[in-house]
């Protein structure tokens, strides 16, 4: 069930019906967690079973480790939650890479095995919601949070429909204690612009680019340096609104539920260097990682060397959490690259923020020409296309072949528009803050009109061909 | 500030309704301006309009009509084709851009009584894929005013089912909706009039005769390119459908019930396509088209290797020179099989 559906605007209407006669918290729970249930199941009924089992190793786990004193059986807790939580997501998501790679190894070397590889659907947002179960386990194990005794509430926080698919991944120490106080529906301005702005950036912005990207990354080879940089700044551009769109859009249904959510993005493509970069990008998956594997591997708190190697395995388990493919093995490579060296060369010498204007500007077109890279590996799965795409990209060809533009279904000009408008309205972000509150905090008149011309618009920049959110695959 | 946030804070239904409400307008509007708009907006399928036009003007009265795709609109000079036929018969040529056979269907029901000829092309490739009619191209019809009347949507309906009799059906605010491709494509369309005069817009949206001369011949060395592109399906032959069967002894039943001539005209391919694909896909082509002319009652001219190589400026279209070839092809085959309007 996609938010931009009139499936999705039925099942809204109904459960804030629901919610509208139902006033006491405990039925309002059941109500939402039963909601979050059919929300899910509405992709595959099934799979339903895998969140009911989550839900109930890593409730019982945590339940027992808080009644345990012992260190070891703590720890004998904790491996085996890691273990069923892992061991899902390895089957369902990494066992076919894994056998696929294994059987083209023994065939490279000559032997023909009897066995095939499985053919497993993976389950929508089981990244998302086995990373969010993972993070109570350890914090109960670290005594961060206490265990939650409340088994709806720790269910909602597994199931909660309005990021369970695509994140953010909201910890439990920040959704448990909301749940110990009274459900209130809220809506105000400011909430209804983040939706708004959520459904503008997926439908508006990314799936038309979309189009685009599409088409020239089918056959990289086809086109000219100038077009792979169009095509990759598109799809950077598609990715961040597809992706934070959908955040947005969650924190917003979230919050008129009564919750509130982490900020998953922060204007990423205006970052200096990496470490800026995962301050503002995926912002829940990155300190995800950070607290729960980079820590736990030791930081920075031992030598370079153990540091680059904390860092590197950090950023490949990264890029290995969207997908089983090489191709992600290889974007979380790159970023772990960059990162590794960034460190290198930055020790010793003052912060970024120490500098003039010209080196900002320089330190964000060169951390964005890397992001760039790196998008390439990420979009194209074919590794000699991706081989192609990137030498392109960074041995430019000076070949403009105007005649060829504007032919064809790829709308380029129409693209280009739609980029221009994407930064124009991203520098006004920036100059604001951000354009959900800036709306939010204008009077009846200027709201008015600005849904006027979001309705206006809509309506004819409505994508003629529709897609899932990009994160649904992870 | 404290009091702003705090209001924020508060459930507020009512602003909800109000931006929900505003929001509607702008789509409201947005519908209203969307019929206008679309005519203003510069259109790869502006053509449509003026074929319309031209259909339901009285002062034109054509004897016969050519229809096609894009190889037509390059391929067929109708004044030429007129000079050839005896009489000198007005005949339009009403090929556009990715006009597939079904879409040439719909103007059936839009051709003057007094018209005696209609030439159909279409490319050997149509008899076997699942197109029917494409959703863009019905609702640039739609919106420049074109009706589907009863028997085109029942006989289509029949034949290709549910979904293209669902695009025939829509309703008028689904097809206003859908007609927002050409505001999306403006920008295209506007920059490309501009980067491409090469491509003689006005000849091409506005000419009913040879609306696309003057093709220039790509680069040799992107002509082999083309050909692997547009051919490698040829090489492992075409399985021929049973509802595009259906589809030629309809669209054939059609003119012939309104008391004209109907003639499928098989579109000349680039040679190298003997190469690429061998003679017995030259012979499963013919057997196909013939059997259906002899079971609809229709005529049939194999243009196939009717233009050589040398005339091709890409892949499928044809340079004025070619146009030339084809059509003084087509003129005698019309008189070969006793076709000729008279004026």
Redesign the interface.
Known sequence: MLFYTVEFLMFSIILMGGLGIVHRTEPRKLMLLVASYIFYMWWNPAFILLIVFSTLVNYLIGGRMALEDDQSRRKALLVLSLIANLGLLFFFKYYGLFSDSLLGLMRIFGSEPSWTSLNITLPVGISFYTFQTMSYTIDVYRREIPATRAPLDFALFVAFFPQLVAGPIVRAATFLPQLTKPVRISCDQKTVFLILRGFAKKVLVADNIGILVDGVFTNPGAWPSAIIWLATIGFAIQIYCDFSGYSDIAIGIARILGFEFPQNFNHPYIARNPSDFWKRWHISLSSWLRDYLYISLGGNRGGSFSTYRNLMLTMLLGGLWHGASWNFLLWGFLHGAILILHRVFTQGRNTPGQTNLLTQVGSVILMQYCVLITWISFRLTDFPDMLIAMQKFVVFDFNFQLTKLGLGSLSFFTTLIIMLAFVLLQAFSIRVGHIDQYLGKTGKIPAVIACIAIGFVAFFFWPLQQAPFIYFQF | MRM?ED???????L??L??AA??????????TL?GW?FEKAPSDLRRTSVLLEALADPSIQPSYVVLGNSVVMSGIDTRLLSERIPGNPLGLNLATTGQNPVDSYLYYQNLPDDLQLVVQFTLPRFAANRDSIEP?KFNAMYMYGYRPDPTTQIRLGDIFGDETLAILQRSELRQR?ES??A??????????SL??K?LKFETYTFDLYFPNSGAKRIPESQMERALNMRYNVSAHGYPYTAEKSAFFVEAARRVKDSGKDFALVISPLHPSVHQRSGEQWYSEVREFFYGLSRNGNFAVIDAMDAVPEEHFVDALHLSEAGAKVLTEFVAKEIRRLNLEPES
């Open positions: 702003i209001n924020e804070k508060q459930f507020n239904g602003a909800c109000w931006m505003a929001i509607l307008f702008g789509v409201g509007l947005a519908l969307s708009i863009q909706f927002r491709w505001i999306q494509q403006t920008a295209d369309n506007f920059v490309r980067v491409r090469d």
